[in-house]
């Protein structure tokens, strides 16, 4: 399952607004995107392009309220939508009842997850580009502590020859698109 699919399945359980039994989600379709990016201590190996649904049975209450809370969980948790390209999330909400109260809920949203990989030389158990590697689920990212000078030096100056600290790592978004 994707993960982001299934933490937004989370959030909206964690919402209690429907007994956990009339909410389900599932992928519908995987593309691998193969990608072999260098991010300093790991590689992103490739990229997963998911179809998902996401179906909600019998919502009792203000239709626009799940459109809300699937709106503000993908502003918080998935900022990189636009630079990926994703199409926004279709929603289609039936009417179970004349009063307009009761509704079924069928929601189809992608998304885009990196598969990032580490090297592993004792238990890899991903063969590639000669070496031993294996999943990990976020890369690590070492944050210089303390920085010498910002600024450039003066001509006559001499400049730093280093940052204190192992690596200073800047990557806009582990998973975006080049």
């Not at 399945?9 to 992928?27: A, C, G, H, I, R």
């Not at 239709?63 to 993908?74: F, K, M, N, Q, Y």
Request: glycine residues 4%.
């Amino acid at each position: 399952m994707s993960a982001k699919l299934q933490q937004l399945t989370e959030y909206l359980l964690n919402k209690d607004f429907v007994p956990e039994e009339n909410l389900e989600s599932w992928v519908d379709l995987c593309t691998v995107i193969p990608a072999s990016v260098d991010l300093g201590h790991c590689y992103e190996l490739c990229r997963l392009h998911h179809r998902c649904s996401l179906y909600i049975e019998r919502y009792i209450g203000d239709s626009r309220l799940i459109t809300a809370w699937i709106a503000a969980w993908l502003k918080d948790h998935d900022p990189d939508r636009d630079y990926d390209r994703l199409p926004d999330p279709d929603i289609d909400i039936q009417s179970l009842d004349a009063s307009g109260t009761q509704w079924d809920v069928d929601v189809s949203i992608e998304f885009i997850e990196p598969v990032l990989i580490e090297p592993d030389e004792l238990n890899g158990n991903i063969d590639w580009n000669g070496q031993k590697w294996r999943l990990i689920d976020q890369p690590v990212v070492d944050i210089a502590e303390e920085l010498d000078r910002l600024d450039p030096a003066e001509p006559e100056e001499e400049k730093p020859t280093s940052i204190n600290s192992q690596t200073l790592y800047k990557h806009r978004s582990v998973g975006a698109l080049p």
